[in-house]
């Protein structure tokens, strides 16, 4: 399978700043890359899905000028979470993907608090 | 959209029992169904998947089997051991979404 990383593992920012989250896949052509975030306790809630070099398909009820996702390429995803809120203090986690294969292989993960 | 239900939400169970967790889908375009480990702080890791061709796949202690008609897929561990305590989720979708079930906290007691 893939070998997917994500940084930083861990962030702490203050209300109101902006973090970026950053998505590799260090050896897998990722065509498409895909942004979970998980509340504490609770399941793995789909963010956006992004293609190389296309805008990301965001799911209904998330913000996308809030959650800014790039993909520009296929090794390289970031997650740009914009004025954040200590609602947004999350675990995010990216998973990456290719044309005709099913499985999606995770990152280990971000956890965001948002003091 | 997809909606996928899962139960129980938490099992416990003795070292060396079986466990079984139950999960339903509601979209019948859905092709491909995953099931995941997750440990406290760390990536889901896939334990076992089942496309929509096939019924039942087996891999060592661990077995799902999938009923198109009835639109419900499980997860079976046999001989559960300390070390499978963990959250397991399953989910459902194809090449381009999955959709996640709420998750299993399993306990396996020694």
């Known amino acids: 399978g893939a070998v997917v990383s994500q940084h930083p593992s861990w962030v702490i920012c203050k209300s109101g700043t902006s973090v970026k989250i950053e998505c590799r896949s260090l050896?897998?052509?990722?065509?498409?890359m895909f942004w979970y975030r998980q509340f504490p306790k609770q399941s793995l809630m789909l963010m956006a899905t992004?293609?190389?070099?296309?805008?990301?398909?965001?799911e209904q009820g998330v913000e996308k000028d809030k959650f800014l996702i790039n993909h520009a390429s296929l090794t390289l995803s970031t997650l740009t979470v914009t004025s954040a809120h200590p609602e947004d203090s999350s675990f995010y986690i990216c998973?990456?993907?290719?044309?005709?294969?099913?499985?999606?292989?995770f990152g280990p993960g971000t956890r965001l608090t948002v003091t | 959209g997809e909606n996928v239900e899962q139960h129980p939400s938490t099992l416990s169970v003795q070292e060396g029992d079986s466990a079984v967790i139950k999960c339903t889908y509601s979209?019948?375009?859905?092709?491909?169904f995953p099931w995941y480990k997750q440990e406290l702080g760390k990536r889901p890791q896939l334990i076992i998947d089942?496309?929509?061709?096939?019924g039942e796949k087996k891999d060592q202690r661990i077995a799902v089997t999938l009923n198109k008609t009835a639109k419900h897929f499980s997860l079976h561990i046999t001989e559960t051991q300390p070390e499978d305590s963990a959250v397991y989720f399953c989910?459902?979708?194809?090449?381009?979404?999955?959709?996640f079930g709420t998750g299993t906290r399993l306990l396996v007691s020694p």
């Open positions: 050896d897998f052509q990722a065509t498409t």
């Open positions: 089942i496309r929509s061709n096939v």
């Open positions: 989910a459902a979708g194809g090449f381009q979404k999955l959709v």
């Open positions: 979209d019948s375009a859905s092709n491909y």
């Open positions: 992004s293609n190389e070099g296309s805008k990301a398909t965001y």
């Open positions: 998973s990456v993907g290719s044309v005709g294969d099913y499985e999606q292989y």
